[in-house]
């Protein structure tokens, strides 16, 4: 007894030295590969293929009214149907709901009553761009120009010295819609805000900090510059408007036009493992929730639905965006046929509360020249797969939640990580946090891009196939 008490220690003593010698154990994120390496025979090509169809829906996607239009058109072509009769809710319907062109929302309906659950991925497809004013036209110094304000978080001088398109519409008073699009196409004009040469700025303006370096009221497009004897530019360029448009200026006061980067998406690298793209936060996932839900096959366990709003970037204002009430209509519409004269507004509470959620929306990635501005341990990567956002102060998800959705993603081997502010830094969440005001589970998620916000993000391609085969999964789950 007294000899395997000996042997013992001396076991357990050598033990211990051998482990202060072994180099200590890698973090399981040191050492998480890349979602380009995870991939199995095959599965390259479907990256490359999806972002293909990705990159045709930018192109003529480039905001809100058109992410819209396309969306539609596409889903209907996918057997998705306009939503107007409650006797339509059936098990394995496909149904699209629209708000005011702007917004929608894409169901399948499920074989159980949406009381009992239901699968939501919500997003923003609207993104930072420029708006024309209501009076747009003046003349300074020989030019006509527009007058705008910008939407959304911008860095103002990104914006100068690049091809700009106008697009949107015009209602006017007799009921007439007038769709613009000018600078899209091959031989199209284009509007750009000049800037000064190198050689001719003064100190004024050389030494203004870079948020400085254009005021908003300086982000104003060169619109003409011909003049005459008989007519002064900017009323050339009215002239040519009445002509193209049949409208007159007063027109302006009823339009939504905005300025957008006229550059068609392309590869970045010779690899071609980016998507370069103005838009893409967020009809990035506007389009692999659409994608989603198009591709869900049969009749789901519980209804699924993609939410695409509007105005996320100036706080989801709006009767378009995800702040008003549509997704509550819509899910009273949807219950209210299923329970017929017995619906209750208790029935619509309960099916939201029953209601897991997605609020997807792209994130900041790590970016190669400026890392200073992430935090390693909590930062997203591009080329690493989905990302769960993990900001704290109140805003994420239930762990019980979260580990939920890992376990889908681990399950169907869709490569994923995570993303954390830098502490002092930026927070918050998207329209997550107006859906879990309802009661429902709400998980944000997203995909990290470079230059976010810039006129031309990029994206890559394995991260935004890895977010559709989440989303699909889930809609399904």
Known sequence: MRKFGAISSGVLFAASLAAQDAKPQDSVWDTRKSAWETLQPGQKDQVFQFAEGYKSYLNVSRSALTSTREVTRLAKAAGFSEFTDPAQVKPGARLLVNAHDRALILVVVGADPIVSGSRLVGTHHDSPHIDLKARPIYTANGFTLFKTIYYGGIKKYQWANRPLALIGRIDTTDGKRVDVAIGLKEGDPVFVIPDNAPHSDNEAIRNRKAEEIFSGEELDPVAGSIGGHDASVTAAVLQALTSQYGIREEDFVSSELSLVPAAPPADVGIDRGLVGSFGQDDRLSSYCAARAIMDLKGTPKHTAMA????????????????????????????????????????????????????????????????????????????????????????????????????????????AWQTQTPKVDGYNGGTIGGFLSMKEMEVIDMGVPLLSMHAPFEMSSKVDVWSFYRFMAAFLAS
């Open 307 to 414: 939410y695409l709003s509007n105005f996320e970037e100036v706080g989801s204002v709006n009767n378009s965006g995800a702040r008003s009430e549509f997704l509550d209509s819509t899910y009273a519409r949807l219950v209210g046929a299923e329970r017929g004269k017995a619906y209750t507004d208790l029935d619509l509470r309960a099916a939201l509360r029953a209601a897991e959620v997605v609020s997807a929306d792209t994130n900041d990635g790590v970016n190669p020249i400026f890392p200073m501005t992430s935090e390693p341990s909590g930062a997203a990567r591009l080329g690493y797969g989905a990302t769960i956002k993990r900001y704290g102060a109140g805003f994420d998800a239930n762990s019980e939640y979260i580990a939920k959705i890992r376990g889908l993603m681990d399950k169907n081997g869709i």
